[in-house]
Each structure stands twice: as structure tokens, then as C-alpha cells.
């Protein structure tokens, strides 16, 4: 009879095994089943439910990917029941990984756009602040801030302009990065006189760089 319930036992033990893992790979694959295809898609995705990102961080980066894709045309827009929900639910699952993880950069960023797209003012000047922080020294997460911090650059803090001039720098290490300045350098004066400021910092060379690629704008134009 004791051989008999410890084979039950065992039995019960493997069938939760079994179910849990299962559970596990499910919630892993979702974001891959659901995530990453075409706007409207996303959308009605996003919209549905506050997204489970999986238990790794490629599943939780191609959910944020989806969250960032979605709410980018959505700044300064009117927006409709379906956005608003999706832009509810990027919230929550923003804030979630940053309260896990407080050095996700990444997810940093995606509350700060979220948090813009609410009208969040204070907040979304903090998480993107944060993602400063967190990634001081990569193109992809600084061509991402500047991307959005450019649309509200008059009305930032002088500090966070200060710091997210690290970002102009980092910026300016790449052909496609120094493009973008040196077009915002030729129509936007008061965002130039940042980018002088900030260029003025970096070394020689680099800045020989960026001098070429305003002449070559200039140029186009």
C-alpha cells in the first residue's frame, strides 16, 4: 500500500511538472504568436488585454517592441477606445518590468511613451530620465530618446536636456545618426545651439563628422 501512494505520489508530482512547464512555454510563445505583426493586429492585440510578456527577455523586448510600434503614431493624437486601451495596457506592462526590473532600460523608455501619450507630463520627464540612466552609451536606446524628446525639447527641464545630451553624442557616432542632427541642426535653430553645445564636448574627429554632414545637408537643400 506505501509503494502503491508513493507511486501516486510521484505520479501527481510529474502531472504538475508537466502542467506547469507547459503553462510556462505557453505564456513564453505568446508573445511570439501574437506579437510583431501588422499594425492593426498589434493594436487589437494591445487593446484586448494587458499583454503577458513571457518569461524572458526577448519575449518581454518583443512585447515592448509591439507597445513602442503602436504608440508612436499616437503622440499628439486624437485618440479612439481601441488606443486608448492599448495605451492602458502598455502602461501596465511597462510599469510591471521596470517595478521587476528597475535597470530595463528598454521598458523604461516604453513607460516614458506611454506615459506622454496619457498626458503624463512629470512622469514620462522621469521614466525617460531613467532610461537615460540605465543605457547611457547605446545608439538604439539614444536614437529612441532623441526621437521622442525632440517632439517636446522646448518644454523638457534644462536638466534632462543636459543629460539627454549625452544621447546628441551618441548619436553622432553613426552615418544615419549624424543625419538626423544635422537635418534638426538646419531647421530647427534653438535645437542646434544644443547640439553645438553638446558636439562641442566630443572628440575632434567627431565633430569634423557632423560639420560634414551639415554641409552635406545643406547641400540637399
Not at 494591445?46 to 503622440?75: E, H, K, N, W, Y
Not at 547611457?136 to 543629460?163: F, G, K, V
Request: proline content about 5%; glycine content about 4%; overall charge neutral.
Amino acid at each position: 500500500m506505501t509503494r502503491v501512494w508513493g507511486l501516486w505520489s510521484a505520479a501527481v508530482v510529474a502531472a504538475v511538472l508537466f502542467f506547469g512547464s507547459a503553462a510556462a512555454a505557453y505564456r513564453e510563445l505568446v508573445p511570439y504568436i501574437t506579437g510583431g505583426s501588422q499594425a492593426e493586429v498589434r493594436l487589437a492585440f494591445l487593446a484586448s488585454q494587458p499583454p503577458d510578456p513571457g518569461l524572458s527577455l526577448q519575449a518581454q523586448r518583443l512585447m515592448l517592441d509591439d507597445c513602442v510600434s503602436t504608440l508612436f503614431p499616437l503622440i499628439k493624437a486624437p485618440l479612439g477606445d481601441q488606443q486608448v486601451r492599448a495605451k492602458d495596457n502598455c502602461l501596465i506592462l511597462s510599469k510591471t518590468l521596470t517595478e521587476e526590473s528597475p535597470i530595463f532600460s528598454y521598458a523604461w523608455f516604453a513607460l516614458a511613451l506611454a506615459q506622454v501619450v496619457d498626458g503624463q507630463t512629470s512622469e514620462f520627464q522621469h521614466s525617460l530620465a531613467q532610461s537615460q540612466l540605465t543605457t547611457a552609451n547605446q545608439w538604439a536606446m539614444a536614437s529612441l530618446r532623441l526621437r521622442l524628446a525632440y517632439q517636446y525639447w522646448s518644454s523638457l527641464p534644462l536638466t534632462l536636456q543636459e543629460q539627454l545630451g549625452a544621447d546628441i553624442i551618441v548619436l553622432a557616432y553613426s552615418n544615419n545618426g549624424r543625419q538626423w542632427l544635422a537635418q534638426r541642426y538646419a531647421a530647427d535653430p534653438a535645437f542646434a545651439e544644443d547640439i553645438t553645445a553638446n558636439l562641442e564636448k566630443a572628440p575632434p574627429n567627431l565633430q569634423r563628422a557632423f560639420i560634414r554632414a551639415v554641409s552635406t545637408q545643406g547641400a540637399r537643400s
